[in-house]
C-alpha cells in the first residue's frame, strides 16, 4: 500500500509499534519520532509501548493503550495529512485515528483486517465454557465511536466488511468497499534444485497436495494427517503430499515423512522454491477450524493457489466458498471428519483426469480479485477519491 501511494507521488507516513507482535520484542529503533529507515521506503514512526508474552493477557491490553496514547500526543505536533488509512487491529489505534481525523477535518479509512474483539471473546469461552461477549467495555466504546466516526470502512472480504457494520452499528455508505490480499502476478523464480536436492521427483507422475503454512494441531490439519495415515496403498500410490513450514506438528508429519513415501516435508522454503513447487503441483490444502473469523475470511495461500491454476481443498464455507465455489476451484469435506476426507482423497486419487490438470479459472480469477497491480492501482484512486472529497 505504502510503496503504491509513494510511486503514484505522494507523500506517506507509516505509524506502527515499536514492540513486534509476531516475534515479541522491541525493534532496534528510535521510538516516537518520524524515521526513514529505508531510503526508497515511507516515512515511519514507531510507537512505544511495554510489550507482552503473550496474546491473551492485560500486559497486551496496556500496550495497545499506550500506543493509542502515543499516537494522540505525537500526532498533534506534525503536519496534517489528507487522509489517515488505520488498520483494524489494533481497536485502541482505530480508536484514535477516527478521534484524531474528527478533531481536524481529516478523512479517515479503517481498514478491517481481525475481527476484534469477537475472536477473543471466542477463544477465552473456548478455554472457560463461560459466556464472555461484550466484557471487554473500554473495546466496546472505543470500537463502536471508531467505526461510526470513520469516513469509510474497507476490508479484504465482504463478510467481514459486513460484519464491521452489523456489529457496530455501522450505515453503509458507497464508500465502504473490499480489496482482497493481493499479490505480485509475477511468482518468485522457481527453484526446482531444492527439491532435488531432497529426493523429490517434481516430474513424478502424481497428484500433488501442497501444504504451506504453520503447522498447528489447533487448525484441522489434524484431519488431515489421520485420514493420509487411512489411505489404501492404492491410492497411496497416485497420489503425493507436501508439507512446507514449521510448528507444533513437525515432529509427527516429520515422522510421517520417514515411514510414508507419499509424505514429503520440505520445512521452512523460501518463496523459490515454493514457485517450483506450486508449478508442479495440483491441489494446495487450507484445512482451517469451522470458526466465524476463518469463514469471514479468505486465507492469503488462496492468491498463491488461484494464480498457480491449483484447486484448494478445504473444509471451510463462508467467503472462500463464495469467492472460489463458482469457479469448481474447490474441494469440500467435512471438518473433523478424517472418514469423508479420505473418500475425498481416494475420489482425487481415481480421478487424475480431473484433478491432475491445472485449471484455467483460477488464472482469471487471480488477474480480477487478487493481482497486486490491479488492486493497489484501484486502491489509490480510491485513497484519492476520499482525500479529494474531504472529511464528511
Not at 1 to 14: F, I, S
Not at 243 to 270: K, N, Q
Request: glycine residues 6%; aromatic residues 10%.
Amino acid at each position: 500500500m505504502a510503496q503504491t501511494l509513494m510511486d503514484a507521488g505522494h507523500e506517506v507516513t507509516w505509524w506502527t509499534g515499536q514492540f513486534h507482535h509476531q516475534l515479541k520484542h522491541h525493534r532496534d529503533v528510535q521510538p516516537d519520532r518520524v524515521l526513514r529507515p529505508s531510503e526508497a521506503g515511507p516515512d515511519m514512526v514507531f510507537l512505544s509501548s511495554r510489550g507482552y508474552r503473550s496474546h491473551i493477557t492485560p500486559a497486551r491490553f496496556l500496550d495497545h493503550a499506550q500506543v493509542r496514547r502515543g499516537f494522540l500526543r505525537l500526532a498533534s505536533d506534525l503536519p496534517r495529512p489528507d487522509v489517515m488509512i488505520c488498520a483494524w487491529p489494533t481497536i485502541d489505534l482505530a480508536y484514535a485515528a477516527t478521534t484524531f481525523g474528527r478533531a481536524h477535518g481529516i478523512p479517515v479509512v479503517l481498514d478491517i483486517r481481525d475481527l476484534w474483539p469477537d475472536i477473543f471473546y471466542e477463544r477465552i469461552t473456548a478455554k472457560t465454557g463461560l459466556p464472555f461477549k461484550g466484557y471487554f467495555w473500554p473495546w466496546e466504546r472505543m470500537g463502536k465511536r471508531a467505526m461510526q466516526n470513520a469516513n469509510a470502512v474497507i476490508s479484504i472480504t465482504q463478510g467481514m466488511l459486513d460484519w464491521a457494520h452489523t456489529r457496530f452499528a455501522r450505515e453503509t455508505t458507497n464508500l465502504d468497499r473490499v480489496f482482497y490480499q493481493s499479490q505480485s502476478a509475477t511468482p518468485a523464480v522457481p527453484d526446482a534444485e531444492f527439491w532435488q536436492a531432497r529426493g523429490v521427483d517434481l516430474a513424478a507422475p502424481k497428484t500433488r497436495l501442497v501444504w504451506s503454512g504453520t503447522l498447528i494441531s489447533h487448525l484441522d490439519i489434524q484431519t488431515l494427517l489421520a485420514a493420509i495415515e487411512t489411505l489404501p496403498q492404492s491410492a497411496a500410490d497416485k497420489l503425493e503430499f507436501v508439507f512446507c513450514g514449521s510448528g507444533d506438528l513437525t515432529p509427527r508429519i516429520e515422522e510421517m515423512a520417514a515411514r510414508l513415501p507419499h509424505v514429503i516435508y520440505g520445512g521452512w522454503v523460501s518463496q523459490n522454491a515454493l514457485s517450483a513447487l506450486y508449478e508442479a503441483s495440483h491441489i494446495g490444502m487450507i484445512c482451517y477450524l469451522d470458526r466465524f473469523d476463518f469463514q469471514l475470511s479468505i486465507p492469503n495461500k488462496v492468491a498463491d493457489f488461484t494464480r498457480s491454476g491449483l484447486r484448494t481443498l478445504t473444509n471451510l464455507d463462508g467467503e472462500l466458498d463464495r469467492v472460489l465455489g463458482p469457479h469448481d476451484l474447490l474441494i469440500r469435506y467435512k471438518t473433523g471428519d478424517a472418514d469423508d476426507l479420505g473418500a475425498v482423497l481416494r475420489r482425487i486419487a481415481d480421478e487424475p483426469e480431473r484433478y491432475r490438470g491445472k485449471t484455467d479459472a483460477g488464472p482469471r480469477l487471480f488477474s480480477e480479485l487478487f493481482d497486486a497491480k490491479v488492486v493497489m492501482a484501484e486502491f489509490v484512486r480510491y485513497v484519492e477519491g476520499i482525500a479529494d472529497q474531504g472529511a464528511t
